[in-house]
């Protein structure tokens, strides 16, 4: 990253800027930074002037606590005011219900898009989402950073013995370390719904997208998300999974963001 801006608690959020044209900001998922969906601005980059950023905790950001979904606004207002305040924005996963959120309080975007935000619609979902949320915090609390995220992709669908696998590899000791923010995410997902009220007071047009090769869950939770915004939309693009292709999403988003 960069550039660095400060967002209202005083906390550095770290953005990187790309490309010419309207300005897109991308907003990330759990268990990740920028430069997750860096490959995406630089898809974007042909039409578009395409920030990644640090969401708090991550990367080159700062982390103040203490914690509220509020800040996590405060943080992506504090980028767009940054970058010339006024852009669309894009959030993937659980990075997508920040992005809701954000534009639901008043943010100024002009449009959403989202893909896969991972509202909850299979039956039961409400005492699962309740147990991860009790387990992930127990986990954090006493210090079992590996548990944390052990918990999570566990919730995510990854094989038992992936997950073993995982906690042998290089790549662990990074998820460790972003361990707190899963409590973030589980945050700004709230009850784990689809926060329809919440949707209803949306007053830009909304692009909720999910994968034909995911989970049917998934695209049902996009359905559902875009039939609850005054002006929701919904598309399913063929052949992909929650890991979606910047080649195959960003003309997409280029046709939704008007370029």
Same mark, same amino acid.
């Given at each position: 990253?960069?550039?660095?801006?400060?967002?209202?608690?005083?906390?550095?959020?770290?953005?990187?800027?790309?490309?010419?044209?309207?300005?897109?900001?991308?907003?990330?998922?759990?268990?990740?930074?920028?430069?997750?969906?860096?490959?995406?601005?630089?898809?974007?980059?042909?039409?578009?002037?395409?920030?990644?950023?640090?969401?708090?905790?991550?990367?080159?950001?700062?982390?103040?606590?203490?914690?509220?979904?509020?800040?996590?606004?405060?943080?992506?207002?504090?980028?767009?005011?940054?970058?010339?305040?006024?852009?669309?924005?894009?959030?993937?996963?659980?990075?997508?219900?920040?992005?809701?959120?954000?534009?639901?309080?008043?943010?100024?975007?002009?449009?959403?898009?989202?893909? !896969?935000?991972?509202? &909850?619609? @299979?039956? =039961?979902?409400?005492? +699962?989402?309740?147990?991860?949320?009790? %387990? /992930? *915090? !127990?986990?954090?609390? &006493?210090? @079992?950073? =590996?548990?944390?995220? +052990?918990?999570?992709?566990?919730?995510? %669908? /990854? *094989?038992?013995?992936?997950?073993?696998?995982?906690?042998?590899?290089?790549?662990?000791?990074?998820?460790?370390?972003?361990?707190?923010?899963?409590?973030?995410?589980?945050?700004?997902?709230?009850?784990?719904?689809?926060?329809?009220?919440?949707?209803?007071?949306?007053?830009?047009?909304?692009?909720?997208?999910?994968?034909?090769?995911?989970?049917?869950?998934?695209?049902?939770?996009?359905?559902?998300?875009?039939?609850?915004?005054?002006?929701?939309?919904?598309?399913?693009?063929?052949?992909?999974?929650?890991?979606?292709?910047?080649?195959?999403?960003?003309?997409?988003?280029?046709?939704?963001?008007?370029?």
């Amino acid at each position: 990253m960069d550039n660095k801006t400060l967002s209202r608690d005083g906390t550095p959020i770290a953005y990187h800027r790309t490309g010419r044209g309207p300005v897109v900001v991308l907003v990330s998922g759990a268990m990740s930074t920028g430069a997750t969906v860096a490959p995406l601005a630089t898809a974007l980059s042909d039409r578009f002037s395409a920030v990644v950023y640090d969401r708090r905790g991550r990367g080159e950001s700062g982390d103040t606590a203490p914690y509220a979904v509020e800040r996590e606004v405060e943080d992506l207002a504090a980028v767009l005011d940054a970058v010339g305040g006024d852009a669309a924005l894009y959030g993937v996963s659980s990075g997508g219900a920040l992005a809701l959120r954000a534009a639901a309080g008043g943010l100024p975007a002009r449009r959403v898009a989202v893909y !896969e935000p991972p509202f &909850e619609v @299979r039956e =039961g979902h409400e005492r +699962e989402h309740a147990a991860y949320s009790r %387990g /992930l *915090a !127990e986990a954090l609390a &006493e210090g @079992r950073r =590996g548990d944390a995220v +052990e918990l999570f992709l566990g919730v995510t %669908g /990854l *094989a038992p013995q992936m997950i073993v696998n995982a906690r042998q590899s290089p790549m662990w000791p990074g998820l460790e370390a972003v361990a707190p923010t899963l409590a973030y995410d589980d945050a700004v997902m709230g009850d784990g719904t689809v926060p329809r009220d919440l949707l209803a007071s949306l007053r830009v047009p909304l692009l909720a997208l999910a994968g034909g090769a995911s989970p049917e869950w998934m695209r049902e939770a996009a359905r559902r998300a875009a039939a609850a915004a005054p002006e929701g939309a919904h598309r399913v693009l063929e052949g992909q999974t929650h890991a979606v292709e910047p080649e195959v999403l960003a003309p997409v988003l280029a046709e939704f963001y008007g370029a």
